[in-house]
């Protein structure tokens, strides 16, 4: 598409690497595509308070993007979907949901070390409840505690020997060439990752229809499955993007009786104590054209199991 645009496209952005490098993807696809772009980088309540952010609170990665976008000081921003709150909000849309990372989780160790090899106390950072209740549920008698700060940050508190090892998610160890470092990735058998982890949003102004047409080149569809999915079976739930509660989607090829090659969407989910004590699972297989509906119905498995007790176990709790 010809560039219509009277001016350059101002991308949103917050200022850390990963942030930037993140942003820089879609920056240089829309200039391969002949779009002028250049990063606006926006301070966030999430990078100005360290402390938790079950205790910050959802979107403090997020709200000050949005509001730059509302205001004008931007005209899109460039999102981890899954510090996204799950509520919609009217204002914005997301055009784009680019190809995904890979979402799993990653430890990262001393000595080169895997989960099964690292003594019983050993102390693992994590930033998250849902990281830190499966980790808990492994039964492997790792002491977890709070992690904040960017990769390098994380990533240092190992090499110092403060920490035995923290937990992160792989595709932002890729993003900035980092996967060296990586331990081992771990399968979503030991731990499901948050929804819409290693995904990226690509948002606007809902009323910007030029540029949401040019976004919109930049989208995945298989990416965006996958994604409606797991943020589906979260919002059912209730549950916000600090909550124990893990989620991966993805669009498989299957053959039916005659060898036809169909596409399917598989979807797994689980719901966990904090304390790892109890840990529910549920799966299911639909349609990609249908990922919102796989969403509901593996959630409403989940709560047939007894989600809704975990989960306002944990809210009684804080």
């Known amino acids: 598409m010809a560039n219509n645009r009277d ?5 949103g952005t917050r200022g850390s690497l990963l942030a930037t490098t993140q942003a820089g993807t879609v920056r240089d696809a ?4 002949g779009h002028p772009c250049e ?13 938790p952010i079950a205790d910050i609170g959802i979107g403090v990665f997020t709200a000050a993007l949005r509001e730059a976008i509302h205001d ?19 204002r914005f849309c997301i055009p784009a949901i680019p190809r995904r990372e890979d979402p799993r989780d990653a430890l990262v160790a001393r000595d080169g070390l895997v989960l099964g090899e690292l003594p019983t106390g050993s102390v693992i950072g ?8 499966q980790l808990r549920a492994l039964g492997l008698g790792l002491e977890i505690r709070p992690l904040r700060g960017n990769l390098d940050t994380r990533l240092n508190r190992v090499t110092s020997g403060e920490l035995d090892g923290i937990v992160v998610a792989r595709a932002g160890l890729a993003r900035i060439g980092r996967l060296n470092v990586v331990t081992e990735t771990l399968e979503p058998v030991q731990m499901l990752p948050a929804p819409a982890q290693g995904a990226l949003a690509v948002e606007c102004r809902a009323g910007d229809t030029e540029l949401i047409a040019i976004l919109s080149e930049l989208d995945d569809a298989d990416t965006r499955a996958a994604v409606t999915a797991e943020r589906v079976l979260l919002a059912e739930l209730e549950a916000g993007c600090s909550a124990p509660v893990g989620a991966i989607a993805e669009v498989v090829e299957s053959i039916d009786e005659d060898g036809n090659v169909f596409e399917e969407l598989s979807l797994r989910g689980c719901a966990a104590t904090l304390d790892g004590s109890d840990v529910i699972r549920a799966s299911g ?11 509901v119905s593996v959630a409403a498995e989940l709560f047939d199991l007894g989600a809704r007790e975990l989960l306002e176990e944990r809210g009684s709790e804080k």
């Open 285 to 295: 297989i639909g349609t990609p054209d249908r990922a919102a509906e796989l969403g």
């Open 7 to 11: 001016s350059v496209i101002r991308l």
């Open 126 to 133: 994590t930033s998250s409840p849902r990281r830190a209740a």
């Open 30 to 33: 829309l200039l391969a595509a």
């Open 72 to 90: 004008g000081r931007v005209d899109m921003a460039v999102h981890s979907y899954k510090d996204l709150p799950t509520a919609s909000d009217e």
């Open 39 to 51: 990063l606006v980088i926006i301070s966030t309540e999430g990078d100005r308070n360290q402390g």
